[in-house]
């Protein structure tokens, strides 16, 4: 057992972020199938925080719970007041708010929601208002809680809308859930905020160079962030050993091994779990979800 | 000059694989731009030798002079990132944190706090193994894809492309809806949907769609694995028919997709395969659509 999980001990509760440098790799199918799996036994909420592209909700036919349109806050100006002073324009780090002749233009998409321009007007002519940037599902998927976000088409930011889904999780599911992120791929600042908050990290990849190349990048990432993480290889028997060796080298636990099968693409295309139909994916889900408990108990 | 982006919404649809298969035939004709900054990859099929590299800065992150510093927590107060920490007694940044905003500056009686220029990455111009120039990029690790890395690189290509006269610029955009992919898309002539026939690729196509559609950008797609599901292949076909999409073609299942990338090779040089013979249609295909 690696030092890094050592430390969780001392931890209470448990989120696990599902992650993955390059996209396509097996993300969603790890996350939906292993939430499901788990919640046979014990309470788990799955999150879909891949909120740009969220799939893992076509995998899971639940009831639906609750349904929010999720807002971030933008400046509203109000002219009665307001000197044109030109202080909004000049705070503004990201060319969201502009006067132009008589008038001060907000440009929603670019706004950050720091608040600077709204607080900082000497003549409170920028008030925050709440605009709608995406739409939060819950589900019910007989024992497993599903909450997912889905960006509305144009919004251009994903933290936002990451953090709020978080803070709906943590407010609605208590501790003793186990609760799995599906993260979005990449890793940039929707990855972070995404896994900044986790306790472990699954990285998913497949055993191919591309696959190799983007999991050291994610690897890189999940270090600096300092947590603790194991691998899970999707298609395995495909390409090469390249990423085994590279897990060898550098200590990283490979947890399972999904094999490499047609099938199993197929069911995946029609939108279905892979673990009731094929029992080779099943023993590697089982391996995964040991992991999963272990870490549990331990904590 | 045509510039022509392949996107996919969702990942692992072989998009890089495409997208490095076009630039091998287009060879001299062509600029290469791999806008797919986060998890850039085809540099792994097309052997780049780099000829110019450059440090890339992009938006500012806060830091704080603790000898100015008067500890009075305004700055950690307004703070709407949570970037701002004081449990070692000190009021410090946190760099992954900071959005770059620029509030706690302006608000700091003291002048204490300085925002910084950030080095997010390096962008790269190289020569391919097909003989063609590929602008590419590496973001640092958990850096901002604000997009701004993603317009550099489009704007290093096409300057590229504009000095030696080159017909086309090829672009490899990121995946997702979000700033990275809207960066992708500016100025694009022709957009090429690549994807799959399963439920997650079809509503990811649709989405990514509308957002192309707001640019009013013509496009067409390749279906990849199409054999895979021919129902949700159908309905693909529908959803193109019905949005005016150029259905460019179907490409089987195949793991030699797989077997050329272990190799560090596109499937094209593979002339035995009858996917070669696909995609070389759908190239000169696609030539004919942009010279409409």
Redesign the interface.
């Known amino acids: 057992m690696t030092t890094s999980i050592v430390c969780l001990i001392e931890r209470l509760k448990m989120k696990i972020a599902i992650a993955s440098g390059k996209g396509g790799t097996g993300k969603t199918t790890v996350a939906t199938n292993l939430a499901k799996y788990l919640s046979e036994n014990r309470k788990v909420v799955l999150v879909d925080l891949d909120v740009e592209e969220p799939n893992s909700g076509l995998f899971l036919n639940g009831s639906l719970m609750n349904q929010k349109e999720m807002f971030k806050k933008i400046p509203n100006w109000e002219s009665e007041n307001c000197t044109l002073c030109g202080k909004c324009q000049s705070v503004c780090n990201f060319n969201a708010i502009m006067k132009l002749g008589e008038n001060i233009m907000v440009f929603p998409e670019l706004c950050h929601s720091c608040y600077a321009c709204s607080e900082l007007c000497p003549t409170q002519s920028l008030p925050m208002i709440p605009m709608k940037m995406g739409m939060l599902t819950e589900y019910k998927v007989e024992q497993l809680g599903f909450v997912g976000s889905k960006l509305d088409i144009g919004q251009e930011q994903a933290v936002p809308l990451i953090a709020q889904t978080l803070d709906y999780v943590d407010e609605m599911y208590s501790d003793d859930y186990l609760k799995l992120y599906d993260a979005p791929p990449g890793t940039s600042c929707p990855v972070i905020e995404a896994t900044k908050d986790a306790d472990f990290i699954f990285l998913v990849t497949e055993p191919t160079p591309f696959g190799l190349h983007d999991m050291k990048l994610a690897v890189e990432t999940m270090r600096e962030l300092k947590k603790p993480m194991a691998v899970i290889i999707n298609r395995y028997g495909i390409g090469d050993a390249e990423v085994e060796a590279y897990c060898k080298v550098e200590g990283i636990d490979i947890i399972a091994n999904f094999p490499n099968q047609r099938y199993i693409a197929e069911l995946y295309s029609q939108g279905k779990l892979i673990y009731p139909h094929v029992p080779e994916f099943k023993a590697e889900l089982l391996k995964a979800a040991d992991y999963c408990k272990h870490l549990v108990k331990e904590n | 000059m045509k510039e022509i982006v392949i996107i996919s ?5 072989g998009k ?1 694989s495409l997208t490095a298969s076009f630039a091998m035939l287009a060879g001299q004709t062509a600029v290469i731009a791999d806008c797919d900054v ?2 850039a ?1 085809m540099h ?1 099929l097309l052997k780049p030798e780099r000829i110019f590299e450059e440090d890339f800065y992009s ?2 992150a806060a830091v704080i002079d603790q000898d100015k510093c008067i500890q009075c927590g305004k700055c950690q107060e ?1 703070c ?2 949570n970037a701002i920490d004081n449990s070692t007694g000190q009021y410090l940044v946190s760099n ?1 944190n900071c ?5 706690c500056g ?2 700091c009686p003291v002048g204490a706090i300085e ?1 910084i220029e950030q080095n997010v990455g390096k962008c790269y111009i190289s020569k391919t193994k097909a003989d063609n120039k590929m602008v590419h990029a590496g ?1 640092k ?5 604000s ?1 701004k890395l993603v317009a550099k690189v489009k704007h290093e290509a096409k300057a590229s492309a504009e000095k030696d006269g080159k017909e086309y610029i090829i672009v490899d955009g ?7 992919v ?1 960066s992708s898309l500016s100025g694009a002539d022709f957009v090429v949907f690549v994807t ?6 079809i ?2 196509l649709e ?2 769609y ?2 192309v559609k ?1 640019f009013q950008i013509p496009s067409g797609c390749i279906i990849n ?1 199409a054999d ?2 021919e129902k ?1 292949s159908k309905d693909i076909e529908k959803f193109l028919a019905d949005n005016e999409i150029i259905h460019l073609t179907n490409l089987p ?1 195949d ?1 030699s997709f ?1 077997t050329a ?2 190799k ?1 090779q596109t499937i094209v040089e593979d002339k035995t395969s009858p996917i070669t013979a696909s995609i070389e249609q759908c190239w000169q295909d696609l030539k004919i659509i942009l010279e409409k």
């Open positions: 919404g969702k990942g692992g649809t890089t986060d998890a990859d792994l938006g500012v307004i709407r990132f992954l959005e770059g905003c620029g509030y302006h608000i925002m973001l690790i958990g850096a901002d894809n997009g990121s995946p997702g809806i979000g700033c990275p809207v799959e026939p399963t439920v997650s690729g509503h990811d989405r990514v509308q957002l707001k694995k895979l599901n949700v299942y793991e797989t990338m272990t560090g």
